[in-house]
């Protein structure tokens, strides 16, 4: 093989081979549009192809992701903003099972799956609202009108959670819960619940000449143990999302190995804001105050991390909490004097508050997870509110609880998204609650400042409308948010080119290989 430069960067890429890796859990359910579970989408993305994708590969740094064409081949936007009209590639094709056999990909897939995307029962549907209608010109051409102009469309089309594009017979011709047809770079080969989800590589991708392995394994291993063993032992070639302790573990282990530590975002708290006593800030502010979060850090992850606000402290447009306004960056010290102040404000001199904590059990989420919450809720009980810890499996938790069904609070990790409008599904109330608007958060104020960072296309004055929501949020602690923590991703040294800061990583699997030992 040729030797890689800066222009063909895969010049020295090898084909062939099989790629082992585990994950944390099944997906509840592989129909991408049947759950919005991350191990769904997950395994959605290395099927299913979108209208648009994050760029990935070589140099490739997270800071630079941008939205790029997957089946979209062209895309024009008019003048005003209002239509974008998109041009499909035309070679793309479904993969070559029954009963698709191969046919190209068509507008109407794309009409049949945005049917789906925006069903009365998707809770992402609020995602898309912004588009008023949706024309199918021919076979290659989908147009888009919109209700206001959006610097935000193409990431939305990008976005992993939304718009995976299925064939039409998806409805009534095959079950897409227990079969999984799409264009991606991999076709389903088996799948054995709580043991392997096997994949193949698609011998006609449209994205030529990925991908380089013939076969992807990714054992369900939902003991964190067992993942840390399998990878000492050399069972898989990656595993991933490991707290210090297994880090560390694993560097004395496997030296070899490639790693990195990616600082991610933390878990957070959401609450029923729409209904007393959380619907009352100072309530929400004494529970930030009440938390110590050095001392959970100390306990979960070593000490590492720092603050974490909801602009994700990592990126290079946001600031740090003690960066905010000093009012705002207060209300992340632990400080139960004023916690306490804030509360018999609040609800009375001497009263406390009853409630109740939701969350999913330790199978994907690891441990830590749980012993956050139950960290948290002992330091709460010191400033008067009293928890019922309710805890459920992840498919079920993921089903009812993180689409809205709670009393009290909640309690859940943040994935590091790719773009600034996320924060639209998680605050908004127009036309319907956002996807993931846990707190029930309905503020005119802040649904003003995300219309107006939705419609400004020069990104310095987006920013300023950024720090506006920054600290907005920040004041009303419609989430409470609890620490950075390093996640860290471990490789076999042969892998070449392996990106672990995606979100969904097929897109960077698909541009990996294996080299030389």
């Known amino acids: 093989n040729a030797t890689p430069t800066p222009s063909d960067p895969y010049a020295g890429a090898t084909r062939g081979g099989t790629y082992r890796q585990d994950q944390s859990g099944d997906p509840p359910t592989i129909d991408p549009y049947g759950n919005i579970a991350f191990l769904t989408k997950g395994f959605a993305a290395h099927i299913y192809s979108r209208l648009f994708k994050y760029n990935a590969g070589a140099g490739v740094k997270r800071s630079d992701l941008l939205p790029v064409g997957d089946l979209a081949e062209a895309s024009e936007a008019s003048p005003d903003g209002l239509t974008w009209t998109i041009k499909l590639r035309k070679d793309a094709k479904f993969h070559n099972v029954a009963p698709v056999n191969g046919r190209a990909v068509t ?247 009853d409630t109740t904590w939701d969350h999913a059990d330790a199978a994907i989420y690891t441990q830590a997870y749980v012993d956050s919450a139950t960290l948290a809720q002992a330091q709460l009980k010191e400033i008067g509110i009293n928890i019922k810890d309710q805890t459920a499996p992840y498919a079920q938790y993921i089903s009812t609880t993180y689409q809205g069904q709670y009393e009290g609070m909640g309690h859940s990790p943040r994935a590091v998204p790719y773009w600034l409008d996320f924060v639209t599904e998680r605050f908004t109330m127009k036309p319907a609650r956002g996807r993931i608007n846990l707190s029930y958060v309905n503020d005119p104020k802040l649904e003003d400042l995300l219309d107006k960072q939705r419609g400004q296309f020069k990104q310095e004055e987006r920013l300023q409308t950024v720090k506006q929501i920054e600290e907005l949020v920040a004041e009303e602690q419609y989430e409470i948010y609890f620490s950075t923590d390093t996640r860290t991703y471990f490789w076999d040294k042969d892998i070449e080119n392996y990106r672990p800061t995606a979100w969904f990583p097929y897109t960077h699997l698909m541009k990996t290989w294996r080299g030389k030992a």
């Not at 013939?214 to 898989?236: I, L, N, W």
């Not at 960066?323 to 609040?346: R, S, T």
Request: charge should be neutral; aromatic fraction near 10%.
């Open 107 to 353: 507008s109407d897939d794309v009409k049949f799956s945005w049917g789906r995307a925006t069903a009365e029962a998707n809770t992402n549907r609020s995602q898309l609202a912004f588009v008023d209608k949706v024309e199918y010109p021919d076979a290659s051409t989908v147009k888009f009108t919109l209700k206001a102009p959006n610097a935000a469309f193409l990431d939305v089309l990008a976005d992993a959670n939304l718009l995976w594009i299925m064939p039409t017979e998806s409805e009534g011709k095959f079950n897409p819960a227990q079969q999984a047809i799409g264009s991606g770079p991999w076709m389903l080969d088996s799948y054995q619940p709580s043991v392997v989800i096997k994949y193949k590589k698609n011998p006609d991708y449209f994205d030529k000449p990925y991908p380089y392995f013939d076969d992807v394994t990714a054992f369900v291993v939902t003991d964190q143990a067992k993942r840390v063993a399998d990878f000492s032992s050399k069972q898989v070639n990656l595993t991933w999302l490991f707290l210090p302790t297994e880090r560390d573990q694993l560097k004395k282990e496997r030296a070899d190995a490639k790693l990195e530590e990616t600082q991610g975002i933390g878990g957070y708290i959401y609450l029923r804001t729409d209904r007393p006593p959380f619907n009352d800030k100072r309530v929400r502010q004494a529970i930030s105050m009440g938390l110590n979060r050095p001392a959970i850090r100390a306990a979960i992850s070593k000490g590492e991390g720092v603050d974490e606000q909801l602009y994700h402290v990592g990126f290079p447009f946001s600031r740090q909490v003690k960066d905010l306004p000093a009012a705002q960056a207060k209300l992340w010290q632990h400080n139960i004097a004023e916690a306490k102040k804030l509360m018999a404000a609040a609800i009375g001199e001497g009263k406390t508050i």
